[in-house]
């Protein structure tokens, strides 16, 4: 299989970077295909201008999602975004890996999925009308292939625990899992996460690669987060709302978007 690892860390000798080393060593002994985009070799280009769309009249107005997906449709976006599309195509598998940053991605990764994330491409695609709200959340362009995250943080687990002060993990995650990842269809397997990562000393590191290299050797059979597919019959449409039938109103928030 063909799986992609995007990097996102400033020092070639981070931690987390060398666990995303370990995830490619143990895909490729398992037989796999892997390409590594790590953003900071590439120099990636954070945000999102006119430069990404050379073929915009200079007098015209910059609508992202419009521009973008003319571009996407006209095959005049960047090469740097087009070339990173093309490796989303080739993966049977995409892996994010990064530290935790203020309780998210940091930037350049943001900067990574709004520039190749077209209109056309990551979004707006299939049909939208009163009967159908798009191809997403289970659907879309990148349905059949799966995804993970590989984060590093500083916290302690009990800190993003269910009653722990930083939020639960997975609501914290439930933006890049749920909304970058099963959106444009990916099936989302459970992040690998390394809490305290700032204190991982030389036992540490073995014991956590031996737990990823466990992960990569199942990424292809491990069961994905049950998130609810949009099309499946369990929201209303166009209110995108969940059935009173699918999930009990008194069920809300993110938990609510698992299939029990
Ligand atoms: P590094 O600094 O590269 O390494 C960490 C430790 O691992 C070092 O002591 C290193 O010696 C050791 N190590 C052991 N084996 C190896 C090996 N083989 N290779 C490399 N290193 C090894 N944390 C949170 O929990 N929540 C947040 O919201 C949050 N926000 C942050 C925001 C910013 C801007 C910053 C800078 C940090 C934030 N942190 C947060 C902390 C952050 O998540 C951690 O600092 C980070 O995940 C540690 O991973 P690293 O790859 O940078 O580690």
């Not at 769309?53 to 521009?67: C, I, K, M, N």
């Not at 749920?178 to 073995?206: C, E, N, S, T, W």
């Not at 998130?227 to 369990?234: C, E, I, L, V």
């Amino acid at each position: 299989m063909n799986i992609l690892i995007v990097s996102a860390h400033p020092e070639p000798a981070s931690l987390t970077n060398a666990l995303r080393d370990i995830a490619v060593d143990q895909l490729l002994a398992d037989g796999h295909d892997v390409r590594v985009s790590d953003l900071h070799v590439l120099g990636w280009k954070a945000v999102v201008d006119r430069q990404d769309f050379p073929g915009l009249d200079p007098a015209e107005r910059l609508r992202v999602p419009a521009t973008s997906g003319a571009a996407f449709a006209y095959g005049t976006l960047s090469e740097d975004v087009v070339a990173e599309q093309d490796k989303l195509m080739w993966a049977d598998a995409l892996i994010l890996a990064f530290p935790l940053w203020w309780f998210s991605m940091p930037a350049i990764l943001k900067g990574w999925i709004d520039r190749i994330y077209s209109y056309g491409f990551a979004y707006g695609v299939g049909e939208h009308s009163d009967r159908r709200w798009g191809d997403r959340y289970g659907e879309g362009r990148l349905a059949g292939k799966r995804a993970m995250l590989i984060v590093t943080a500083g916290g302690w687990a009990s800190h993003y625990g269910a009653r722990g002060i930083n939020g639960p993990i997975d609501d914290l995650l439930f933006p890049i899992n749920h909304g970058v990842l099963f959106y444009p269809g990916y099936d989302v397997l459970p992040p690998f996460i390394i809490y305290q990562a700032d204190r991982m000393d030389d036992d540490g590191f073995r014991a956590t690669s031996g737990q990823l290299r466990g992960r990569m050797r199942a990424l292809f059979t491990d069961e994905p987060i049950p998130y609810r597919r949009q099309n499946a019959g369990d929201y209303t449409i166009p209110s995108m709302e969940l059935r009173e039938e699918a999930a009990a109103p008194a069920l809300t928030g993110f938990a609510a978007h698992l299939r029990s």
